[in-house]
Nanobody
């Protein structure tokens, strides 16, 4: 069973940076898509960026380009999200989720959150002004 654990959240001043980690106990297959999502209070969950466990390909939601960087350490089964220039509106719970590449192309994950079978419990980020 896939278990995803997010960590690295916390409180930070506006303009600061955080790096979130998503570590998997295992993946369902060698080829997987992993996406970071954010859910802010009173708002819908939004995808941020996708990486794979088998290539250097990455994809970003248009509104998230520039300040967020996704990366992977496949040896550690970990996907990172580096966040720079944080703003109060970046506050929320950050989740990672994954699905197998054989089900859908990784490039389509950002627009299709229903693709994702396995989710972490989230890590909270609070950005104060």
């Amino acid at each position: 069973q896939v278990q995803l654990v997010e960590s690295g959240g916390g409180s930070v001043q506006a303009g600061g940076s955080l790096t979130l980690s998503c570590t998997a106990s295992e993946f369902r297959s060698p080829l997987n898509c992993v996406t970071w999502f954010r859910q802010s209070l009173g708002k819908e969950r939004r995808a941020i960026a996708t990486a794979t466990t088998h290539s250097d390909d990455t994809w970003y939601a248009d509104s998230m380009k520039g300040r967020f960087t996704i990366s992977t350490d496949n040896n550690k089964k970990t996907v990172y999200l580096r966040m720079n220039g944080l703003k109060p509106e970046d506050s929320g719970t950050y989740y990672c989720a994954t699905y197998e590449l054989r089900r859908h192309p990784c490039s389509e994950g950002i627009a299709n959150p229903h693709f994702f079978l396995d989710w972490g419990q989230g890590t909270q980020v609070t950005v104060s002004s």
